[in-house]
């Protein structure tokens, strides 16, 4: 009998292993430290503005994300970084579809549930859609290349999500829960790692 090449078979599993699964996503909820939660909070109050979400909408918002939905945490992002960018998604979407909304008759609006309006969806557009995509796909890029470069020291995660966030000087030094000795420390090593692996510049 001839042999038969039987064409190979790519398990899905395979790729999902790259993520998050459900369960891992409820033990890092779970895993929360008091002190990483407030500086999730910090983070949320940041981009509440322009919103009408309350205090605690958005860091549970994205939590949901991470468990149900296809945007999913990459095990080389740290999961307090997958759970920063996903409000400062969710936030600018509402921000925008906020905008969109028109005032009738009544002291309602033109996104409000009912059959007679013309309902937008509440989805970003295509453009938003690509930008938004590149940016995240910029910054899993990013976090996958530093990662193994700092390894798990969570005082350079820490600058590093904060930089991410524009947060400077006080506010910086605040989120990171360090002194400013010790921030420029912690500045210097990540300059000096990063000459290490790219002396000539960021090449991603």
Known sequence: MDDVTH?????????????????QVVAAVDGLTDLERARLAKLEQRHLEGTDLAAGD???EAICVALFEKKKCPHTTPFIAFLAQSMRNIAS???KRLKRQVP????????????????????????????????????????????PLY?????ISLVLLGWEEDMRGK???????????????????IRRIAAKHYPKGWQL
């Open 104 to 147: 009738i008759a009544g002291g309602a609006t033109k996104d409000e549930t009912d059959d007679e309006f013309d309902l937008k969806d509440d989805a970003p557009d295509a453009e938003d859609q690509i930008i938004q995509a590149e940016r995240e796909k910029r910054a899993v890029e990013i976090w996958s290349v530093l990662e």
């Open 7 to 23: 064409p190979t078979i790519t398990d899905p599993a395979t790729h999902d292993a790259e993520y998050l699964d459900y369960e």
């Open 58 to 60: 958005l860091v549970q």
């Open 171 to 189: 506010e910086l030094r605040e989120f990171a829960g360090v002194t400013q000795d010790r921030l420029d420390y912690i500045i210097k090593k």
């Open 151 to 155: 390894g798990v020291d969570e005082e």
């Open 93 to 95: 979407r509402r921000r």
